[in-house]
């Protein structure tokens, strides 16, 4: 399995070395060198320096028809053009996008992209921790189907079927400040 | 008309004087408060010191009511997702995106952005109208992009001079359809004899671009420094 990762963060590098491990291949990028400082010796994957934004970049990085598109940078909408670019013009299969704005993160999974949110992740851990009952903030949602094209087309093969997976309710509440 | 203005730099600031003088209604979404305090002085309180990427203040700032969304700020992934959330969450009829990379043009058409305003393409057009090189000059873009209005001007050197379209091998999905003569535009006639000084008007793929550049500029890389 092929996998672009854009962002070396603490949760790319840390997904970059987990997916290494396994054996798949692996393909991180980030706009600044020292963000591979956080990828361990053994890595073996590539690292390529640069924006994840620009489409020739991600096709000299070998994007094109990979398996697995991971938009991990600290910015909601780089992630999203990064993860619309992978799938609109470089035809990945599996794209998330890391949108820790819940309500951008709920509109982009209606517009067909698995989106990761921090905010309802955490608030999910923490409520589960204390033995509360589950936000109505969900931490990951898969693509509901509906296309930014505006041809459907449906959610990839695999366990998810559409809406929200892990915790329950779409968020009718507002996003914190 | 509600327009709601996104980006508060120098266009965004300078739209908005024009909208609020010609009488329409106006809001500003600048994020950088200082920025936002120094606007809202000159065109009173339709500034809303916040960032418009944030589904939250794009409600707040009354999106679902506006009749068009500029997103002008500096950074085209910001433009483009504030363009989507108008368009899709908050159902605008109409958004205009500014772009900086040309390249990422098709992308947002292609994602549903209803206009794009790319001032590097705007520049770069007008430089290419200005030097004579020899090169094909690009007119615009045709359809979602795949098509290309293109300017042939021919020099002493083009293999196309003393020549008739029906003589020059046309690639397919490619034509010449006019040509510019001392001034004076004419629907090209396949018979119709080439001359040096013309400019010859072309649809075409824009695959087709490299044998069209060989049929009317010449395959030889020797253009004037």
């Known amino acids: ?177 | 008309m509600f327009v709601l203005v996104v980006g508060g730099g120098k266009v965004g600031y300078y739209l908005t004087r024009e909208l609020v003088e010609s009488g329409h209604e106006v809001v500003l979404m600048e994020k950088d408060r200082v920025r936002a305090d120094q606007i809202a002085d000159e065109v009173g309180s339709i500034v809303i010191p916040h960032d418009g990427c944030e589904g939250k203040y794009l409600s707040e700032a009354g999106c679902n009511r506006a009749d068009i969304v500029a997103a002008v700020t500096g950074d085209d992934e910001d433009n483009l997702v504030i363009c989507q959330m108008a368009k899709h969450h908050f159902d605008v009829p109409k958004t205009i995106a500014r772009v900086n990379n040309p390249k990422n043009e098709s992308l947002f058409k292609h994602l549903g952005v209803d206009e794009i305003i790319s001032p590097t393409r705007m520049i770069l057009g007008s430089i290419e109208q200005d030097i004579p090189v020899h090169e094909l000059l690009h007119l615009a873009a045709l359809g979602e992009g795949e098509l290309e209005l293109i300017e042939a001007h021919l020099q002493a050197g083009s293999p196309a001079v003393g020549k008739a379209p029906r003589d020059l091998a046309i690639p397919d999905g490619c034509s010449l359809f006019a040509v510019i003569r001392h001034g004076i535009a004419t629907p090209l006639r396949p018979d119709m004899v080439l001359e040096e000084g013309d400019k010859v008007i072309a649809i075409g793929k824009t695959e087709c671009e490299t044998l069209l550049h060989e049929q009317l500029i010449g395959s030889s890389q020797t253009a004037d420094a």
Do not use: W
Not at chain 1, 43 to 57: H, I, L, N, S, W
């Open chain 1, 1 to 177: 399995m092929k996998t672009v990762i854009v962002g070396c963060g603490r949760v790319g590098a840390s997904i970059a070395d987990a997916f290494d491990k396994a054996g798949h291949i692996v393909v991180v990028l980030d706009l600044q060198t020292r963000a591979f400082d956080r990828l361990p010796s053994s890595f073996k994957g590539e690292a390529v320096r640069g924006d994840g934004t620009d489409e020739d970049v991600l096709r000299r990085a070998g994007a094109e028809g990979a398996d697995v598109f991971l938009a991990l940078t600290e910015g909601d909408n780089r992630n999203v053009m990064a993860a619309q670019l992978a799938e609109e013009a470089l035809d990945v299969k599996r794209v998330i996008a890391k949108i820790n704005d819940p309500l951008r993160a709920q509109a982009y999974a209606d517009l067909g992209i698995a989106t990761l949110c921090r905010t309802g992740l955490m608030m999910d851990a923490v409520n589960v921790y204390l033995g509360m009952p589950a936000s109505d903030l969900p931490g990951m949602l898969a693509p509901s189907g509906r296309h930014p094209g505006g041809e459907g087309h449906g959610p990839p093969d695999g366990p998810v079927e559409s809406g929200t997976v892990g915790a329950g309710a779409r968020p009718t509440r507002s996003p914190e400040a």
